[in-house]
């Protein structure tokens, strides 16, 4: 019995070793956070500090009355969840003089049922660039974009 302890805490301490220790680890998204934020700010109705996370210089011009366009949509209601399922990067938000993008499909739950299908679902588009980073589209759907 002991020797299988022993064994076992060994494999443990192995284990744990090669788990810190990556070659590679991926950057975190850059924009998860402010998006969700933004989407539950368009929920409630406060759209001015829904509108913080846009990237001003690059933004797409419809995107305010869009956004007052969702907040109609929502009624008021509450985001109870707002996941990120999905996701695509172009560029490295390491490299100077390149422009970093990520699109990211959230689903959006306005009930407490996970299980089933979100309310909606939302795509967004964040940029990086040498004069600023933000938010520049916001897309909000009834039905999955990424099917």
């Not at 964040?126 to 933000?134: A, F, H, K, M, V």
């Amino acid at each position: 019995m002991k020797k299988f302890i022993a064994l076992l805490l060994a494999l443990l301490c192995v284990l744990s070793l090669v788990g810190c220790v990556q070659p590679y680890k991926e950057q975190p998204l850059r924009n998860l956070m402010p998006v969700q934020k933004m989407i539950e700010d368009i929920a409630t109705g406060n759209l001015e500090e829904a509108w913080n996370p846009v990237y001003n210089r690059k933004v797409d011009p419809e995107l305010k009355e869009t956004l007052e366009q969702y907040a109609e949509m929502f009624a008021g209601r509450e985001v109870k969840r707002c996941d990120c399922y999905d996701f695509e990067r172009t560029g490295d938000p390491t490299v100077s003089g390149e422009v970093y993008t990520e699109i990211l499909y959230f689903k959006i739950y306005l009930s407490e049922d996970y299980s089933g299908e979100p309310d909606y679902y939302a795509k967004a588009v964040g940029i990086n660039d040498d004069d600023g980073t933000g938010v520049i589209s916001l897309e909000i759907y009834e039905e999955d974009p990424v099917k």
